[in-house]
């Protein structure tokens, strides 16, 4: 916990970012409270004369000047632009707190939605500001993940619908104390090695301790969730440099701690790698928490089918839930960019979540068919989209990954979807059936139904470009033997052994079909190596693979 120190005048403000932010004060002070439902909440106090914020707004990727609105409790707001260094002052004078600060980097300002290009946006939540003083008030991703922990206490789905909203309700000092709490146990251990005290605060350091601070900061990549029901951003996500989580499974809760040392050797070796494979996909590829161990993707162990003289780093960026298009608008692929060289791979293996495109499905549908959905090509290979929506054909979308290798001179490979294990009649187990494919519905539910795999197949093939047919070779790992032992390598696992699956999908009685445990992860990853070897175009990237001794 921060140390505090009583004051007469308090304010509880917070500071939103779109894209990223700075940092807060030296010294922590403790708010006056209120009693609203029995509940300890922040003081609304209307600032003196001479009340001013200074600070910085930190993250490794954001483009300055940001744009810094502050926004008190009913709705007055101000606005400011930071230099190019991220600094910012503002005079809030007689603004009434809470106040509400966002910041968002230059050019176009998009926190919310997750159809278009989403700026990086982020928050921070300050309990008090010293009235009729100067106070320091920093924003970056850890004061982002503090602010959305109070946020989503407070029943919003994000900070950025609380930094939206026009007034706002009380807020808790529990909640507050909690947030900063998970984040001590999160971070403190990366703090301190990287020279910073273990009560070290991300909201109120002081200018000094910037170069400090931004050790930390290069080994962390932050995004805000989308939430399913409502295409929104939601709750802000910290992955380290190799894209394992460090908070964000939940909307609230607690951390799986920075390791300090290991993130900046591996960003070491990112850096001087040779060869760097980045991994454009969904949660069939994506790095996983420790706590829901033994789920992996394959891309998680990509990395050990390679000898480790060849120097080839694996990018895992593979994000769960994320379709073609998604993953570009809300970000999830810029976090690779600046890491990508000439010569490099860009593996794209999408197609499970561009199937989301019934808009009659219950709850979800309009959302998924606004923000995820990406149609297949037609029987005769053409793509299929709405009228002045292009980015709606999953051909298009795909393209988009594509183009953008080329013309940063990195080798693009496309990947059929892995296989889920359901049967012709959609029922789990086997023989498990392609079913990466639409077909209408009763309701009418889809504009434009076809084959995902195969619009993959025509995408490679219009493009010129390696295709690595993951689908058919998982379908045969699922079907193979006795027609069980799929369970072995997709997510159907004991609870008495993994308690995480008690109320989980996943568990022997309610298997997951899609995703998979460890042995599953391992066995796709050497599915891919093995395409890769049987593939001409890419046989300077075979030579790196393990050897494999033929029988």
């Not at 990366?190 to 080994?219: C, H, I, M, N, W």
């Not at 309009?366 to 793509?383: E, I, K, M, W």
């Not at 709405?386 to 051909?395: E, I, L, N, R």
């Not at 699956?501 to 599915?527: E, N």
């Amino acid at each position: 916990m921060t140390k505090r120190t009583t004051i007469t005048k308090n304010v509880f403000l917070l500071i939103s970012l779109c894209f990223l932010p700075t940092l807060a004060q030296a010294e922590s002070t403790t708010p006056a409270t209120t009693t609203v439902s029995s509940q300890a909440t922040f003081d609304v106090v209307t600032l003196a004369q001479n009340t001013q914020i200074r600070g910085r707004v930190a993250y490794r990727d954001i483009r300055f000047p940001a744009t810094v609105v502050i926004k008190d409790q009913h709705g007055t707001q101000r606005e400011i632009k930071t230099d190019i260094q991220g600094r910012f002052y503002a005079d809030v004078s007689s603004m009434v707190a809470p106040l509400r600060l966002s910041a968002t980097e230059a050019g176009e300002r998009n926190c919310i939605a997750s159809n278009q290009l989403r700026s990086i946006c982020l928050s921070a939540l300050a309990t008090t500001l010293r009235s009729g003083s100067e106070n320091r008030i920093n924003i970056n991703p850890l004061t982002d993940r503090i602010a959305s922990d109070v946020a989503s206490s407070a029943g919003y789905l994000g900070p950025q619908q609380l930094i939206d909203a026009d007034t706002l309700p009380p807020l808790s000092i529990s909640a507050w104390d909690t947030a900063y709490h998970e984040f001590h146990l999160g971070f403190d251990d990366a703090l301190k090695q990287a020279g910073l005290s273990g009560q070290f605060d991300p909201l109120t350091y002081a200018e000094t301790l910037t170069p400090a601070f931004s050790r930390v900061l290069q080994l962390i990549t932050h995004a805000r969730n989308y939430d399913n029901n409502t295409g929104q951003a939601g709750h802000a996500v910290l992955t380290d440099i190799a894209f394992r989580p460090i908070v964000g499974l939940n909307a609230t809760g607690s951390y799986e701690a920075l390791d300090f040392d290991s993130a900046t050797q591996q960003r070491k070796a990112l850096e001087q790698a040779r060869t760097r494979i980045f991994i454009v996909s969904d949660s069939t590829a994506a790095t996983y928490e420790r706590a829901r161990f033994p789920r992996m993707g394959w891309g998680q162990l990509f990395d050990q089918q390679f000898r480790p003289e060849s120097h080839v780093v694996i990018v895992n960026g593979a994000r769960s839930g994320r379709s073609s298009r998604d993953f570009y608008y809300e970000g999830w692929f810029r976090q690779m960019e600046p890491f990508m060289r000439p010569g490099d791979y860009l593996f794209i293996g999408m197609g499970h979540n561009d199937q989301n495109c019934d808009s009659q499905k219950a709850v979800r549908g309009a959302a998924d068919v606004a923000n995820l959905c990406t149609y297949p090509n037609d029987a005769s290979g053409h793509p299929q989209y709405p009228a002045g929506k292009p980015d709606m054909s999953f051909q298009i979308s795909l393209e988009r990954y594509i183009r953008y290798a080329r013309s940063h001179r990195l080798i693009p490979v496309l990947l059929t979807p892995t296989a889920r294990v359901k049967t012709a009649e959609g029922k789990n187990g086997t023989p498990a059936v392609h079913s990466h494919l639409t077909k209408q519905n009763k309701s009418g539910g889809y504009a434009f139904v076809g084959d995902y795999t195969q619009t993959i197949r025509d995408t490679a093939s219009k493009n010129n470009i390696p295709l690595l047919d993951v689908e058919t070779a998982t379908l045969a790992l699922a079907n193979q033997g006795d027609g069980q032992q799929w369970q072995q390598y997709w997510l159907a696992v004991d609870p008495a052994r993994y308690p995480y699956y008690l109320d989980q999908t996943g568990s022997i009685d309610k298997p997951d079909t899609t995703h998979f445990q460890q042995k599953g992860a391992q066995a796709v990853a050497a599915i891919v190596a093995g395409q890769i070897r049987s593939t001409p175009v890419l046989r300077n990237l075979a030579d790196k693979l393990q050897r494999v001794e033929k029988k």
